[in-house]
DNA sequence: TTAGTGATATCC
DNA sequence: GATATCACTAAA
């Protein structure tokens, strides 16, 4: 299921169906850790305001216009690394970004929790053995709500219900 | 509500 | 070369 073919798809698919999978960390040390991802969101190519290919190929969105599965990981603020998954088909510049997993509550958070950084941009999830994501379980009820912190993004895109939440209640 | 933090994009 | 901005967080 969680395929190349899979992560090829449109982001607006691969979003909701990442929600209530697993993100396997493999450290360094051979440890692993596991967490539940409890919301992502879409940015949807180069007209999404919101996203970062809307301002057109950069050397930091470069990434994002790579394969379906590649792992896009920037720096933000000067101090929290993000974690986002290339979804679409190559020079399709989309991607799911991993804004919460269970016991941690936010995408800074998640990448710290996990000792993600740079070092994992560009590569693809399909082929890391530091990272990778297994399938959810079964059914899981998803909530939609406006995406956080792009207040800069146009106002019909600042409005669009491209997060997914994990629904806690859910069954 | 605001400071902190540094890479990146954009403007001289 | 300089400046403004940013898919955030913790502390107040």
């Keep these: 299921m969680m395929d190349k073919s ?3 798809n449109d982001v607006l698919e691969v979003a909701p169906a990442l929600v209530g999978a697993e993100l ?8 692993e850790k596991r967490l539940l991802i ?4 879409a940015y949807a190519g180069a007209a999404d305001t919101a996203c970062h290919a809307s301002k057109g190929r950069t050397k930091r969105s470069e990434t994002l216009y790579h394969a379906g599965g590649t792992i896009y990981v920037y720096l933000c603020y000067g101090m929290y690394w993000m974690l986002n998954i290339v979804t679409g088909r190559e020079n399709d510049p989309q991607g799911v970004l991993i804004r919460a997993c269970a016991g941690a509550d936010g995408p800074g958070k998640l990448t710290r929790a996990l000792s993600i950084d ?9 082929s890391c ?3 990778r994501i ?3 379980a ?3 009820n998803i909530i939609t709500d406006k995406r956080v912190g792009i207040n800069y993004a146009a106002p019909e895109d600042r409005d669009r219900l491209w997060r997914f939440i ?3 209640r859910g069954q």
């Design 138 to 140: 079964g059914e899981v």
């Design 134 to 136: 297994e399938p959810a």
């Design 6 to 8: 899979f992560y090829s």
């Design 38 to 41: 409890t919301q992502t969101e």
């Design 166 to 168: 994990l629904d806690a």
């Design 129 to 131: 053995p530091e990272l």
């Design 118 to 126: 740079g070092s994992l941009n560009d590569r693809s999830i399909l």
């Design 24 to 31: 396997v960390r493999t450290l360094p040390d051979g440890s």
